[in-house]
Structures are given as C-alpha cells and as structure tokens.
C-alpha cells in the first residue's frame, strides 16, 4: 500500500521554518541557474582546423578549407562556425595587446605595423559564417607545452611568450570580441596544468612556474573551485562584452576540475575528456564520458566530448560504418559538431555522410534531449533521444565490438505506449519501413549503427515523464560532488531512467521503468514554464545491498515555495505518491536530503524519483 500524501495536509510554513537544517546546496533557488546568455540553442556546428594541421595552420589552409564547406553544401547544412584553434599569436606587446602572426594570417596585418583579425571576421560573416579563436585560462598555451617545437609558438621574453588570458581577462576579451569581431571562443586550460615547478616547459622554455590548479587525473591535488572561479569570470565578462548574445564559450579542460558538473553555468559546452585520436577506442572513450552525463545538457549548454573525427584513421573514407557511428553517436548525445580534418581531401562519400540532414536534425532538435542509454550491454548499447515533436524519438542501435550481434528495442524502452502502433524511419538509408507496436530487430555488424527516428503515441499520453525532458532539467546539487571531481564518467551523478550507478530503479521491490535515479543530498532543478498543472511521482530510497540506516527526506518546491515535505524515510519502506497543484509554477525543484543519523564517511543514501510525470 503506498499512502497517498496531498500536499494539502501538510504544515508548510512550520516546514520552511527547518529550512535551515540543510546544506546551502540543498535551499531552493526559485530559478533555473544555467549560464543562460549566449547563442547555443542547439549544439554548435562549425569546423576547427586543430586536428587537421595542429599549429601548421594559416589562413590560406583555412580558407580552402571555407570554400569546400560553402561549395559542399556542408554550410547550408548547418556548418557555421569557423574556428581557429592553438598557433595564432605572435606575443604580447609590452602595450598588454597581443599580436597576430601575419606570417599564418597576413589578413591581421595593418599599415601601421599593428595586427588585427577584423577583416578575418568580415570576411568570414560576408560569406555567412561566425568565426570562432582559441586562448587560455592560464599564461601559457597547451602547445607551449606539448607542441615545444613548432616553429608557430609565441616568441621573445618570458612576460611576451605569455599569450594567455590570466591577468589580461578582460583586455584580451574586449579586443577579441568587441575589436576584431569574433563570435566564439574556447578556452584552454594547459596553462592551469602544465607548468609547475620543475615540469619540462618550464625547465626547458623557460616559462615561469605556476602552481598547477589542475594535477590531471588527481582530485585530490586539482583545485577545483579555482578552476571553476576562471571560467566563471570569463563567461560572465563574455555576457557583459556581447549585450546581442550572439557569442558562444566553450570550456575545454578536458573533463578535469569537476567541469562535467559546472561547465553548464558559466559557457556552453564544456570538454568532457582528453583529446580525440583518430581510432576506434578513442572515439568510444569520448563518447563514454558524456554518455552518462543527460541530466546535464540541454538548449544554451552541451556535453563536449570533442570535435569529430571523421575523415582521419579508423574514420576515414575506407571506414563508412565506423565514421556513421562516431556520427550518429555525438547527434544522439546532443555533442557539438565540429568537423576536425583537411575538408579538401575529402571524397563526396564523406561530405554526404557528414551533410545528412536527417542525422544533423537529431542532434539539433529543439528540445535538447540528451540521449538516455536505455540499454547498457556493451557491446550493445541502445539510446533514445525524445525530440521535440511529442512521441517523436530517435532510436541508436550500437554494436561497439568486432563481432556481429542482435540488437532489440520495444517500444516501453522508446517510452511509447505498449501495444500501439508506431513508424519507423532508417535515417541512414533514409527510408521508411513497417510500424510497430512489435518491438524492433535488428542484426548489427561489427561497429554498426542503425539510427532511426520512430513516431508512435507517448506512454504518458497528453502529459510528459520527467525523464522525456532532459533537457528542462539541471542538476544544481549533487550528493557526491566532494569526491566525484575527476573519476571517470559513471561517477555516480543522477541519471534518467535508472539509479547514479546504472541500475533499474526500484522502491521496496516495485520495479519502475522511468524516473530519476539521484543521491541523497541533491537537488534538481525543472525548467516547467508555467506550462503545466501537476506533478506527479513516487518516491522512496533505492533498494539496495545498503545500510539499512540509511534515511532521506524528499522535498519539492515550486519557484520557491515548499510545495511537499515527506517525512524521512528508509531502504525498503514503500514508495508514497506524490500529486501536487503546480499550476504557474516556473521552476519545479526536486531535492532530496540525507537524513541519516550515523553516518559512514563517502557513503551517502540512493533515492529514486520514480515514474514521475507532469501534466
Ligand atoms: C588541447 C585541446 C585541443 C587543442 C589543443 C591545442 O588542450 O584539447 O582541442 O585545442 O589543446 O594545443
């Protein structure tokens, strides 16, 4: 029996009064607190040279480059931004301003000896693109530190080789943006990392030391909160330099410094691993570190698991299957997409693959969804993707192995109602076949997906589950931020669908198809518009092979207001229903705060949001 609470009943100002009892973390903010500014509505398209020509790159490379996107049809299909990555500076001038070198860009130089990249710009938005440049967090550069003998790194004295935005925010920011015009910018992180005392760049180049904020691999050495205090300072002079919002940040330190967690509140995609390389195992790493990660993206801000590689190695024109995987992947993830290689060379095979309208629409669809894996066999791995037209989803089957294997999605799993028919479309072969309600089969071969957008009647009819709605969804809270900076993507943060760690959710042995699987203390927040008039769900602690003192209290407010309080509750005590008035509510808040007595250190409870609903 689970007894139905009415928010009614409840004594809520009394409640409001304990509101104090928990962490900061856990107090409603009555908003939806991501970044917010900027022009990343949907994932950024464009094209960066980096992979194809490292610090080899110069202007006339990149403007062949331009010409094939523009003759392709490649900008047409969605491709705007070009960006320029690592290599452009000459040094910084004892004036504070950097210059250009005019021997790659000899577009920058000016009569009066001074460099500027505006007439790169005007060039670039004459032809209908947005133009895009590189720097750093820190002084120097990641190929002052990984690239040491490029003949295109910064030269004379120590203060002129530092290139880097640290001490020179807001300068370099205004030139950047205001002076030359441009309209995206990534910002690196190497020079928080690489050039400690007695590291290799400093001995040897003789850079000046900095106390590395970023130890890679370490959370316990990386100083997080000095990472994230940067880029929040560079995303908020970034919203005050562009008052017309058409600007994008892209955060790179590489999924270090817990950025998988904050990079939504201060830019629009943030790294989530090491650099691509141009294989088969890379690809899979990169896409692992987002794939998990769907309560974290949506419209303004996106998991980056870096540019795509298609076009080099295992992705080559020689390797189709493998290049439409890598693809339909970061469409499924919502992933920025930015092609990485010589577009010159490419064979029309490539430029069809990478222009296919269908693909490209998924991964911009309005609503934002990050794909959810719904299931997580390797080598098969299956994800739904809830667009923005309700019961309109796309479905990737993924054989990430060498062998062939069967592959099978029901309809329950597509969030469709059971039993109903729905249609099928094949957005590779761009082809429409029989409709369900049967549940879909197919045979994959090695490194094989099939991707298809399916239209049938949503399992929560007129309304919406929580968890078809990623994309309205932040994460402001997280029970195992303390420790979970730096470990690999499955580091236990909330998930749709199933619990931190991947399991199916389950309250007091009621299984439940859909939901949200979080820890206790955390808090959610629900971007609901004024568009809805309920919210519904069960809640209760996750069933587990866990301490039975574990306790949570559950609590749900609307722009503000404490709206439900349960009272607090243990493993395997039955789920309560939840149905509350949320009539004009802005932004619904889901917490849930751990309330157990005795507590082990790093331990804290598993609580599931299950089947919940808005009406
Ligand atoms: C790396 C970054 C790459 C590229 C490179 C330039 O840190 O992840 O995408 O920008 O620096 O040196």
Redesign the pocket.
Known sequence: MKPLLLAALLAIPALNANAGDYPQALQPSGRFSVYGHGAAATPPMGWNP?NAFRTEVSQARMLEVVDVIQRSGLQQAGYRYINI??GWWLKRAASGDIEIRTSMFPIAGRADGSTSFRAWTDQLHARGFKAGL?TEAGRN???QA??RHSPNLPIGRVAEREIGLQGFEASDLKIMFQDWGFDYL?V?A?GLADFGEGSEPVLESGHRALRPLIVRDDAQRTDRDAVETRYARIGRLLADLNPDNDYVLSI?P?GQAGVRDWGGQYGHTW?TSP?IEPSWESMLHNFDSASQRELYAGPGRWNDP?MLAIGLGDFDADHLVEARSHFSLWAMLSAPLLMGFDLTQAPDALLELLRNPEVIAIDQDAAGNQATLVIDQPPLQVLVKPLSVPGERAVLLFNRGDATLQAQVNATQMKLAAGQPFSTRDLWQQRDFGSGPGPLDFTLGPHQTIMLKVSGTPVAGRGRLLSEMTGRIHVAADGLRSYSTNLAAAAGTPRADVTPYGEPLRIAGTDYHYGIGAHADSRLEVRTDGEFSRFSSDIGLQDGPMDQHDQAIFRIYGDQRLLFESPPMTVGQHAVSVDLDISGVQVLELVAADATARKEALKTPLVTWADPRLQ
């Open positions: 980096w990555d690592d590189y550069a990641c190929s990984f690239d990534k690196d190497c790179c590489w790294r650099d870096d």
